[in-house]
């Protein structure tokens, strides 16, 4: 790696590094969105494959099921096969797994087709940014992240809206067929733009540690989304969630022991990664949240279409977008310090500040606090995906992709439990039993307020934190 930054770039290398981004950004996009797409269409697809409402949600777990489970082998797989072969592999895997979809008979095959592809996404994304941190400099990685930062922010955003868009026009199959042409589009990309590359080692497999984070994640992410989302008793999801905390506690004994670790604990001893994946992964817990909180606000609570509330909480989305080609230039100019602790409590403010929307609160009022909203989440996210990595070399990156993926996961499906566990209590509190814009009040205050503490683990950076990604002078 040092010897390829030092040596000045051909205009096609050059050309292939500003490409990657983009290539890994519509892979993060296409998982993110197929992740969110299905909830919409639940009832439809149990009344076209001939079951209940409540059967379907296994399209959804299952999935979430699946990367919980080999996102963590994916640093791994990268070092054993190569990232590049690996990465291919897992878009055609994906791909070929929608069309099995689109093409299910039975409840049965679906579920068995959102395994597979749940098990493509978990590789796919991990490995395509293991590509992006090894072969972009990393005096170009913030503004490389500011491009992986969108699909991120707009998958969640966008999913509900499609989702309900391909339910009330068109038939559900259209959710899963929109990944066809760009997974083609994705390999053929790859193909041109990114080289092959020979691993120097091939790491043996930690099959222990695979059994114990697989166990831990997936009893973990599964009762995360339970709390808002299943018909699981008191004791069934007390025995789901224990399993997970004992097995974890199991795995970070045992990865003290291990040569090879499938999750390397080790990486937390570098202050800047570890903060940004504590804070960063405290910060995330609204990505999630936020939309599914939304989503019943507007739809639930203000009568709007699930195509309608879309379009409203697509304006967040919009300064997303907006920010993005200025972000790297804020960042450098307050350092990514001042930028993480001040952007998060202001992030969390305009979170907060929709539990103040009613039904006669104006459109544009709505618009525009989720759009500022928007401006503040992506500046955020980009400033704390580039600093997760800024004090790793080259050797460390496979591992520490997997190990943010993992913690990511985490950090969405505990906000999601968070808003779900806040609503209850306000209901509970309340004695009522449907959700109102008065538990939605409670639920955004709650999440907000989370958002904004995450500034007290960036406020322990260093003031120089992220110098080693300032570009060269020459620059």
């Known amino acids: 790696m040092s010897t390829k930054d030092a040596t000045p770039l051909s205009p096609r290398e050059q050309r292939s590094i500003r490409m990657i981004p983009y290539i890994v950004g519509c892979a993060l996009f296409m998982q993110m969105l197929d992740s969110t797409v299905v909830a ?27 990367v919980a489970v080999f996102v963590p082998i994916s640093g791994w797989a990268a070092d054993r096969f190569g990232a590049r072969k690996v990465f291919i592999t897992a878009i055609v895997l994906f791909t070929l797994s929608s069309l099995a979809c689109a093409a299910a008979q039975t409840l049965n095959q679906l579920i068995a087709a959102r395994i597979i592809q749940g098990t493509a996404g978990a590789m796919m994304v991990p490995v395509g940014r293991i590509i992006l941190l090894r072969r972009v400099p990393k005096d170009q990685l913030l503004s490389a992240m500011a491009v992986l930062s969108l699909p991120a922010l707009l998958g969640p955003i966008i999913g509900p809206p499609v989702g309900g868009f391909f339910a009330t026009y068109m038939t559900w199959h259209w959710i899963f067929l929109i990944n066809i042409p760009v997974g083609i ?27 114990l984070s697989a166990i831990a994640l ?21 025995i789901l969630f224990s399993t997970g905390v004992i097995t974890a506690l199991w795995y970070i004994w045992h990865a003290k022991q291990a040569a090879f670790p499938i999750i390397d604990l080790s990486l937390l001893r570098v202050r800047s990664f570890a903060i940004s994946v504590f804070g960063g992964n405290l910060f995330r817990f609204s990505l999630g949240s936020v939309p599914f909180m939304l989503a019943i606000l507007l739809q ?66 709505m618009s525009l606090i989720l759009a500022i909203g928007g401006v503040f989440r992506s500046l955020q996210f980009t400033a704390v995906n580039t600093l997760t990595y800024a004090d790793l070399d080259s050797n460390a990156m496979s591992r520490a992709s997997s190990f943010a993926a993992m913690a990511q996961q985490l950090g969405i499906s505990l906000g999601v ?59």
């Open 417 to 475: 439990a968070c808003a779900a566990i806040t609503l209850n209590i306000s209901m509970a509190w309340r004695q009522g039993t449907n959700v109102t814009a008065d538990d939605l009040f409670w639920g955004f205050i709650v999440i907000g307020g989370l958002t904004a503490i995450s500034s007290l683990s960036f406020k322990r950076l260093p003031l120089e934190a992220g110098s080693a990604l300032q570009p060269s002078k020459k620059e």
């Open 40 to 66: 919409t269409a639940l009832p439809m697809i149990a009344d076209s494959l001939g079951t209940d409402v409540i059967r379907t949600n296994t399209i959804i777990t299952s999935y979430l099921l699946a």
């Open 218 to 238: 997936a009893s973990l992410v599964v009762s995360f989304e339970s709390i808002g989302h299943s018909e699981l008793t008191p004791k069934q999801l007390g």
């Open 185 to 211: 589009l994705g390999v053929m990309l790859v193909l041109r733009y990114i080289r092959a590359d020979i691993p120097d080692s091939r790491p043996p497999l930690d099959w222990l540690g695979f059994i």
């Open 300 to 365: 639930l609570g203000f009568g709007m279409s699930a195509f309608a509330a879309g379009l409203v909480t697509f304006t967040s989305a919009i300064g997303a977008i907006v920010i993005k080609p200025i972000a790297p230039r804020i960042i450098r100019r307050f350092g990514y310090r001042n930028v993480l602790m001040y952007n998060a409590l202001l992030t969390g403010l305009f979170i907060a500040l929709c539990g103040f929307f009613h039904a006669d609160t104006p459109l544009w009022w």
